[in-house]
């Protein structure tokens, strides 16, 4: 083959794969504008003053599709399929207790993404700004609104990386002062410290003790249950196979994803409630993988997020392990019942 | 051919490119295919990579943790897959060109298959077969760098094949964030054009790198005794000099922490911010991506293994730095650098000096046993430093390792192979 020939055959695929990649970039992007627009059928969405401090009120991420998509929006609890009050603050993950708030957001720069962390006050303006190392997966913010937490996945850097791992940071949302990784802590566990180098956090929730708090920790392939202490800056494992704790409102009770033996590798959670005080873990009734920390919305029910047609849906399930699952509301993921 | 590569470095390969030998000289038009088809090729390999977490994240909603626990298994396999890839490209006189294609085809090929591939497993099964074709081209196209080199400027020629290369991993994630950013989430086309860009890199390979049969030098001139069986493969390790090379990369291998390692070492000790956490590699890329062609050079004029074993002392200091107490602003850019700098010296060097003790016959297979046992002692390291660290913690744990580095290094320079090639 000549060299002529030879660019010449290049020069075409050149532009023909061009052509390609040019014709999916296009047609992706056709797609997100078809986001923007209000999809019939949809939540009915306006623009409004949502505040944290509204009892009886339930505020989520709303995935819906229209020029809200990803905002917080509110719903009266009772009611958490009917219209949507928009905030206009757009968050990933979110929570709120006492009238604070935390929302971890993405920030578009101009070569790549970046992560960030807003501890918000009721009227959802923003206290303290904090950079998130990797991508937002939980949030949660104390009873008492003194602390807030949230962990992020930190992702591998080498060829077709797969090695991954989580950092949790604990903030006091009153002076500001971080935790940026619970790894700092040190850790008991079966009575005696422990060290390891692969030890992983996440899924952290508070007592209403501004003390106490439980999260998953993970080390040699393992998940435990684990109590901290913020004054000790101590973990203490509890129990195995927990992973994203959510503590009841009355502080005695978790409710977690549980590792079931025999379930498909990429299905293969359950849904439990484990007594703190009888270490007896209950079975709820919801049959498929639930990957979300759960919220408590009363002593009885927990609500979580499950794969849905726009990104997640809300169902809520008795917390006896009774009743069964069903959808409360469409197209939303991050909920806070307000207090 | 290997007597004249080790001592007189004009005759033979003169009559293939005349213009070769010189240091002034151009580097080999084939080289330069070669660092197209890599620049290409890292540029589509990064935009996956880079967006890879997030996609799996937020894209599928998948936990990504323990995602990596089939790399310990998955490592041992990829040396087999670099060994066997080795061995099949030296076969029928060189079939380095061939072998190196389907390598890339293969990882061309994973790139639209991660469009249909929506759980945890078919994903890994993808990366897994992604990784299987880097490990089947990795020997064959340094075999092909080399042999399209005067043995006086393959250190030169490796330099600029690397450059090329970290170019491109540094290019890719700057794509995918361009194209994420048009399309709001729009992974699907970031596979795409990633896919586009992969076939791109197969058809400059194809295209103008010449065919391995009858390449440089030729397949008649090996000795029959070179013929590349697989037992003259490991009769490679019978020569003194390729057997001190690949001992000596092995035991600086057992010293030389993962770059995770690093990443997070630099963070802890010198407090580098969460925000830049993600930039860490950046710096080392750019820092290999400088220096790659100058002490590739440098490896020419003063001998590879002196440049080698610089570039491990290099590592050495950048070890040092981590240990001490003294915390300046500009530490963790001299730690990056010297990490930067200890791939320059190292990763294409000890291509060049192990190419000039293996034979024309057997140059792929040559190098894919010293890359190998490279990759495999760094992975038994990554496992003891992970344990020391879990059992000392991180400052004893990176003691140690600066301990072990320095022994093997003084070990290596008592290894010196005496004929160093030099222009």
Not at chain 1, 87 to 108: E, I, M, P
Request: glycine share 10%; with cysteine; net charge positive.
């Amino acid at each position: 083959m000549t060299v002529r020939r030879r660019v010449l055959i290049l020069v075409s695929a050149v532009a023909v794969l061009a052509a390609v990649g040019l014709a999916s970039v296009l047609h992706a992007s056709a797609r997100a504008d078809r986001r923007d627009h209000v999809q019939a059928g949809g939540p009915r969405v306006t623009p409004g003053a949502v505040t944290l401090r509204d009892p009886g009120r339930l505020v989520f991420r709303n995935m819906a599709w229209g020029p809200h998509r990803d905002e917080l929006t509110a719903v009266p609890a009772d009611a958490p399929g009917g219209p949507r009050t928009a905030s206009g603050l757009k968050c990933l993950r979110f929570y709120a207790a006492s009238g604070a708030g935390v929302c971890l957001q993405a920030v578009h720069g101009a070569v790549s993404d970046t992560y960030r962390a807003l501890v918000l006050d009721s009227r959802l303006r923003t206290v303290h700004r904090y950079d998130v190392p990797g991508i937002p997966s939980r949030a949660r913010v104390s009873p008492t609104g003194h602390f807030a937490a949230w962990t992020a996945f930190v992702g591998g850097d080498s060829y077709a990386g797969t090695d991954f791992s989580t950092r949790a940071a604990i903030v006091d949302t009153r002076s500001g002062e971080l935790i940026p990784s619970l790894e700092a802590f040190r850790i008991v566990r079966d009575g005696h410290p422990y060290r390891a180098a692969d030890a992983n956090f996440w899924g952290v929730t508070f007592a209403a003790d501004d003390r106490t708090f439980y999260a998953t920790l993970a080390t040699k392939g393992r998940t435990y249950l684990v109590r901290g202490d913020l004054r000790r800056r101590t973990v203490t494992t509890l129990h195995a196979d927990v992973e994203c704790p959510s503590l009841s409102p009355d502080g005695t009770r978790v409710a977690y994803k549980k590792r079931v033996a025999g379930l498909p590798k990429d299905a293969p959670w359950r849904l439990y409630v484990l007594d703190l005080r009888t270490m007896r873990e209950t079975p709820l009734a919801e049959t498929r993988s639930v990957d979300d920390q759960a919220v408590w919305k009363d002593a009885r029910t927990v609500v979580y997020a499950l794969p849905g047609d726009y990104g997640a849906d809300l169902y809520e399930v008795p917390a006896d392990g009774s009743g069964r699952a069903h959808r409360i509301s469409s197209a939303a993921v991050s909920p806070a019942y307000l207090d | 051919m290997y007597v004249a590569d080790s001592r007189a470095s004009t005759s033979a390969h003169a009559a293939v490119r005349p213009s070769a030998g010189r240091r002034r000289a151009a580097v080999a038009p084939t080289v330069l295919a070669l660092g197209t088809v890599s620049l290409v090729t890292d540029v589509s390999s990064e935009m996956v990579t880079a967006v890879l977490p997030l996609y799996l994240v937020s894209g599928l909603g998948l936990s990504p943790l323990g995602f990596g626990l089939l790399d310990g298994i998955y490592n041992g396999f990829s040396a087999l897959v670099r060994l066997v890839g080795g061995h099949f490209a030296d076969r029928g006189g060189g079939r380095h060109k061939w072998v190196a294609g389907i390598g890339y085809g293969i990882s061309a090929v994973c790139k639209p298959l991660l469009l249909v591939a929506h759980a945890l497993t078919p994903i890994g099964v993808v990366l897994a077969a992604d990784r299987t074709g880097k490990g089947l081209r990795t020997a064959p196209r340094d075999a092909l760098i080399s042999l399209a080199s005067t043995p006086g400027t393959r250190g030169r020629a490796f330099g600029v094949h690397r450059a090329m290369d970290t170019a491109g991993a540094l290019l890719g994630p700057l794509a995918a964030f361009l194209i994420l950013r048009a399309t709001v989430d729009g992974y699907d086309a970031v596979f795409t054009v990633s896919f586009c860009v992969a076939v791109l890199g197969v058809l400059v390979l194809v295209l103008f790198v010449p065919g391995g049969r009858g390449g440089p030098g030729g397949p008649g001139e090996a000795a029959p005794a070179e013929r590349p069986t697989v037992r003259a493969a490991l009769a490679l390790l019978r020569r003194r000099d390729l057997r001190r090379i690949t001992v000596c990369a092995l035991l600086l291998g057992l010293a030389t922490v993962s770059d995770s390692f690093v990443y997070l070492l630099l963070q802890r000790r010198l407090g580098v911010p969460d925000r830049w956490f993600a930039l860490l590699p950046l710096g080392t890329a750019a820092a290999f991506l400088l220096l790659a062609v100058p002490l590739g050079r440098l490896a020419d004029r003063v001998g590879r293994w002196a440049v080698f074993l610089a570039g491990h002392g290099a590592l050495l200091v950048a070890y040092a730095l981590l240990l001490t107490s003294w915390h300046g602003a500009g530490l963790p850019y001299l730690v990056l650098a010297l990490h930067g700098g200890f791939y320059a010296a190292t990763d294409g060097v000890l291509m060049a000096a192990a190419s000039d003790s293996v034979p024309d016959g057997l140059r792929s297979s040559g190098l894919a046993v010293v890359q190998t046992g490279q990759a495999l002692t760094r992975f038994a390291c990554s496992l003891l430093f992970g344990a020391a660290w879990t059992v000392w913690g991180d400052r004893a744990a990176l003691a140690g390792a600066a301990a072990a580095l320095a022994a093997c290094a003084a070990f290596s320079l008592t290894l010196r192979p005496e004929r160093t090639v030099t222009a």
